[in-house]
Nanobody
Framework: QVQLVESGGGLVQAGGSLRLSCAAS????????MGWFRQVPGKEREFVAA????????LYADSVKGRFTISRDNAQTTAYLQMNSLKTEDTAVYYC?????????????????WGQGTQVTVSS
């Protein structure tokens, strides 16, 4: 079973930056895809970015393309989400998800392990 623990959330002003971390354990992740999703109250959890652990191919939502960067540290089995030029509409709980396989997916149902989430609040 995969365990995921997110960290790095907080309060930041618009235009600022944050880096989220997702520490993964319980498996060898060479055959996994890691994804970041976010959710605000009353709305569906939406895709932000994903990375194939082997090879590092990435996929981004249009709303964050050019501002966010997803990466992974193989040695530490940690995935990161560097968020720059933050906007108030980026405010949400951010979740890290993992799915076994090589295809990068942007749908929530494709991921079968989740962390507990970390709050990101962007003030104007």
């Amino acid at each position: 079973q995969v365990q995921l623990v997110e960290s790095g959330g907080g309060l930041v002003q618009a235009g600022g930056s944050l880096r989220l971390s997702c520490a993964a354990s319980g498996r060898t992740f060479s055959a996994y895809v890691m994804g970041w999703f976010r959710q605000v109250p009353g709305k569906e959890r939406e895709f932000v970015a994903a990375i194939r652990w082997s090879g590092g191919s990435t996929l981004y939502a249009d709303s964050v393309k050019g501002r966010f960067t997803i990466s992974r540290d193989n040695a530490q089995t940690t995935a990161y989400l560097q968020m720059n030029s933050l906007k108030t509409e980026d405010t949400a709980v951010y979740y890290c998800g993992a799915r076994r396989g090589f295809r990068i997916e942007s749908v929530r149902s494709a991921y079968d392990s989740w962390g507990q989430g970390t709050q990101v609040t962007v003030s104007s």
